[in-house]
């Protein structure tokens, strides 16, 4: 499932609110992982992208309410906020097909290149969890080397974690997730979302 949380405010991708809101994710991702796992996401300018998996509906139901109301709590806590986050009600697309869940992929990680006002180097948006997929053709995350982030590479310490420590994402459990969608090829690091998948 394609998951789309739209917020009322627009400092969520910087670099004053972003580890916080990353924070968030990784402890609603070690929540229940046996029902509802997030396998990517990326975080944009006011609106967050999830791609995830549930037991069933009312799994994904809970699961994407308890991601709303943490990272909403985490946020307005940092920013000594009130009042609502959310804009409205999350969105959701179903993914039922190889091709769906790579478009899918391309669009979560790639988000970044959509929104972009100029033209940006090869690399992944250290606004995501683009560190912790093992699908792009050009670098691994057990390769050793740090991640090619297309942005200034300050950033990277927001992916360094401590020895142990787990990354702020859940493996994949589904045929589709894990290895359907590689049947379509890997994903390159200059790619750009397909028009066709429309979440904003």
């Known amino acids: 499932m394609h998951v789309t949380l ?3 405010l627009a400092p969520l991708r910087s670099q004053h609110v972003f580890p916080t809101v990353r924070l968030a994710l990784a402890r609603a991702a070690r929540r229940d992982p046996a029902r509802f796992r997030i396998l990517h996401f990326s975080v944009q300018r ?3 992208h999830f791609i995830v998996e549930a037991a069933d509906k009312r799994a994904l139901s809970s699961g994407v309410r308890g991601v709303a109301i943490r990272v909403a709590r985490y946020v307005k806590d940092l920013l000594a906020r009130r009042g609502p986050l959310w804009a409205d009600r999350w969105h959701g697309r ?5 091709r769906e869940v790579r478009n899918a992929l391309v669009y979560v990680l790639a988000n970044f290149r959509k929104h972009a006002r100029r033209a940006l180097p090869t690399g992944m948006d250290p606004f ?6 093992d699908g792009w053709r050009e670098w691994q995350p057990a ?3 740090a991640p090619p982030f297309a942005e200034s590479a300050a950033v990277a310490r927001w992916h360094r974690t401590p020895d142990g420590s787990p990354p702020a994402v859940n493996a994949p459990r589904t045929w589709l997730a ?11 690091l200059v790619e750009s979302p397909q028009p066709d998948v429309r979440h904003g």
């Not at 894990?178 to 390159?188: E, P, S």
């Open 6 to 8: 739209r917020a009322r």
């Open 46 to 48: 006011d609106h967050l």
């Open 143 to 145: 390769s050793g080397r």
């Open 128 to 133: 995501s969890s683009g560190a912790w997929f």
């Open 178 to 188: 894990r290895i359907g969608w590689r049947r379509h090829g890997l994903v390159r």
């Open 94 to 98: 179903a993914l039922r097909t190889p």
